[in-house]
């Protein structure tokens, strides 16, 4: 542990000191598990280089065919001749696909395709050279090294010709694809009949030496280890010490489906953010380290403004090749969608054209103050550290109380519940009478299960009903079994938040500990162009929140907080983590924070790595990330909906313990893990 640190420390003061990584520090980096740390700073390098600006451009991508000779393992968009789903665009069709592009404001073409067996090379340059007439305004970015090598070879020609007559017809600068992972341990495993990794480089080495800038990938998270992945690293950026002729490095995120290589998941947010991370870091000749949304999702890539990326890629318009794969963030998004992005990301989104150059950085900016003063609301700022050891989840049920009806049904519910936790939510206290609700606790807790109630207004409400001072009614819950009290959605809009903290603070004098709330509300503020009137985060609420919460905590009775989202509030997994951080920060260690978000924020969960479907998209996705930005809990989850082991398994493999809150006598048949359970009395 003692080495990590001391390692760590001396990687940092490399970077203080401008000393370059080399690639042990990158091994070291990316084995670690403490990515917040490495995440703020490749933050830090990269505001140095590029302030707060991220980069977008408007584009469009055209796949000229999916056509191929090759059968790339990891490959799901090409097909053979005559295969179903083939394709080959006439050139004509490529113009109109432009015009309505550049109709749109697109400055860049970006044309990557399929090695097709038939078409001569005349055909490529035809194809350039009509674009570049018809648009001679737009940049032409097209053709990987391996579609360069496969024209040079079907021509018996050299690559340097071929370049110079694709130049003259007027191709711009070539794209990165193709690079894949250079290493051949694991190259001649996923694509050994595409060019080596010699021939990339030498590709893009000519290029450079022509005039055309270039971009490079590399495609991870599918069977190559770290060690390659920074094999690949150094390989570029010796090309770049030498040529200086790249523009960006993007990282590719390993989209699962289709591919001959038994590769079901996608690449996890830990690991993503990561890779952005340790390039920013140890690619120091690069300027540019993209988020590609197409691959990475749009709200990964958006965290990923803050872990070192200063480019968010564009518009895209139509993108097969990730699409074909599996990849799920969509093929377009418009420009309004990019800047609302960048700027919710706490950044100022500068447009770009193809060579990185602002088109109109004045103009940029001032837009982006525009679209922030008509927001109101401060921008979320970089995210501190937050990882703890350990997260946990009770496993059990949520009911809702409306009236003695739901009263009898939790008594039925829970009858052979024994061994759950069991919330019961007290939403409406006018046809709840006050004996039948602690006889109805009494019952649960009889049955073994550990009980919680929820709704701390709806609750003193019944009290006050039956003549029950607060002290009183508390010290009869505390009797009937009742373990925790539980701030509900709806107790903020009822009351003001000092009379929820002397709610909280009887229940303290019952000996009953407390879980507080706060909550991501709708700004009520009216939005910026483009933007839904409830789709943005009322900072100024939640910063007042967190000081009455703060209030709370001193009594030390509230001994857990929940960060909930407001019904309506669409929240982006962006500003979630960023209030769980700050949540943490506020807390510190006087409270667990409880991140409901697989079953009370669940527009989050798709969000963050967990599909609707569950399986396709793993959940670790999501633990490590909001374990990493201060989660400590996952509140209740319900066997009957969430796989208790798959979740805990999750856990585990984002480098934490699991802690689940159930006594020994739990009956769930999912709960045949070797579980570490945690003693029932401090559920
Ligand atoms: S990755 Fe490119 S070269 Fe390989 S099969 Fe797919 S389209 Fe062909």
């Known amino acids: 542990m003692t080495l990590a640190v001391n390692r760590m420390r001396e990687i940092e003061r490399k970077i203080e000191t401008g000393t370059r990584l080399d690639e042990s520090d990158a091994l070291f980096l990316f084995e670690s598990p403490d990515l917040m740390r490495i995440g703020a700073l490749a933050d830090q390098a990269n505001r140095r280089k590029n302030e707060d600006r991220i980069f977008y451009n408007i584009n469009r991508h055209i796949n000229p065919t999916n056509i191929c000779a090759l059968s790339c393992k990891f490959c799901a968009f090409s097909r053979k001749p005559g295969e179903e789903g083939a394709y080959a665009y006439e050139i004509d069709e490529m113009v109109e696909k432009a015009r309505a592009a550049v109709t749109q404001g697109a400055t860049e073409l970006h044309m990557v395709g399929g090695l097709h067996p038939r078409w001569p090379f005349k055909r490529y340059v035809e194809m350039i050279a009509t674009l570049h007439k018809e648009f001679p305004g737009v940049h032409l970015k097209a053709f990987t090294a391996v579609e360069l090598d496969w024209m040079a070879r079907k021509?018996?020609?050299?690559?340097?010709?071929?370049?110079?007559?694709?130049?003259?017809?007027?191709?711009?600068?070539?794209?990165?694809?193709?690079?894949?992972?250079?290493?051949?341990?694991?190259?001649?495993?996923?694509?050994d009949t595409k060019v080596s990794a010699g021939q990339w480089i030498d590709t893009h080495r000519m290029a450079h030496k022509m005039g055309l800038r270039s971009n490079c990938t590399m495609l991870y998270g599918h069977i190559e280890r770290y060690e390659h992945r920074v094999?690949?690293?150094?390989?570029?950026?010796?090309?770049?010490?030498?040529?200086?002729?790249?523009?960006?490095?993007?990282?590719?995120?390993?989209?699962p489906y289709q591919n001959d290589m038994g590769i079901g998941r996608y690449t996890f947010g830990f690991d993503d953010l990561k890779t952005i991370a340790v390039a920013r870091l140890y690619l120091d000749n690069f300027a540019n380290i993209k988020a590609y949304w197409v691959m990475m999702g749009q709200d990964i890539a958006q965290l990923g403004l803050n872990f070192g990326a200063n480019d968010f890629d564009g518009t895209v318009t139509e993108e097969k090749i990730s699409r074909m794969a599996g990849g799920r963030a969509g093929m377009v998004m418009s420009r309004s969608d990019l800047e609302h992005l960048?700027?919710?990301?706490?950044?100022?989104?500068?447009?770009?054209?193809?060579?990185y150059r602002p088109i109109d950085l004045a103009k940029s900016i001032a837009r982006a103050a525009e679209l922030r003063a008509s927001a109101g609301d401060a921008p979320p700022e970089t995210l501190p550290v937050g990882r703890g050891k350990n997260l946990s989840f009770a496993v059990g049920m949520t009911l809702n109380v409306d009236g003695l009806a739901a009263l009898a049904e939790i008594r039925e519910k829970t009858a052979n519940a024994q061994g759950s936790t069991v919330e019961i939510c007290v939403s409406n206290a006018e046809s709840l009478e006050w004996a039948q609700l602690l006889d109805t606790c009494a019952e649960v807790s009889a049955a073994g299960c550990q009980t919680i109630l929820s709704g701390l207004t709806a609750m003193a409400a019944v009290m006050t009903g039956a003549s029950i001072p607060l002290s009183k009614g508390f010290e009869a819950l505390a009797k009937s079994g009742v373990r925790r009290i539980v701030e509900s959605q709806e107790d903020a809009g009822r009351a003001r938040p000092e009379d929820l903290l002397a709610i909280h603070k009887a229940a303290h004098g019952a000996d009953i500990p407390t879980t507080g709330r706060v909550t991501l509300r709708a700004s009520t503020k009216a939005p910026h162009a483009g933007e839904a009137?409830?789709?943005?985060?009322?900072?100024?609420?939640?910063?007042?929140?967190?000081?009455?919460?703060?209030?709370?905590?001193r009594p030390l009775g509230?001994?857990?907080?929940?960060?909930?989202?407001?019904?309506?509030?669409?929240?982006?997994?962006?500003?979630?983590?960023?209030?769980?951080?700050r949540l943490k920060s506020s807390a510190g260690r006087m409270a667990d924070v409880i991140a409901p978000v697989l079953t009370e924020v669940p527009t989050l969960a798709p969000v963050m790595g967990v599909g609707s479907d569950g399986s396709q998209h793993p959940a670790q996705k999501l633990v490590a990330l909001l374990a990493d930005f201060g989660a400590d809990d996952l509140g209740v989850i319900d066997p009957a909906l969430i796989k208790v082991t798959r979740l805990a398994e999750d856990v585990r493999s984002a480098g934490l313990s699991v802690e689940v809150k159930t006594p020994e006598t739990v009956s769930w048949d999912d709960a045949a893990l070797d579980l570490r359970h945690k003693p029932a009395d401090r559920v």
């Open 155 to 191: 021509e018996r020609r050299g690559l340097g010709e071929i370049l110079q007559d694709l130049k003259n017809a007027g191709l711009g600068s070539l794209p990165g694809g193709g690079a894949e992972i250079f290493h051949p341990e694991i190259r001649d495993q996923i694509c």
């Open 231 to 255: 094999d690949h690293m150094r390989r570029l950026r010796e090309l770049q010490d030498e040529t200086g002729g790249f523009n960006v490095f993007i990282p590719l995120a390993f989209q």
């Open 342 to 355: 960048i700027l919710r990301a706490g950044r100022t989104p500068v447009e770009r054209d193809t060579l």
């Open 533 to 553: 009137a409830a789709s943005r985060v009322d900072w100024t609420d939640f910063n007042s929140q967190l000081r009455a919460v703060g209030e709370g905590l």
């Open 558 to 581: 509230m001994t857990s907080i929940i960060l909930g989202a407001g019904r309506g509030a669409v929240v982006t997994a962006s500003e979630y983590l960023h209030a769980l951080n």
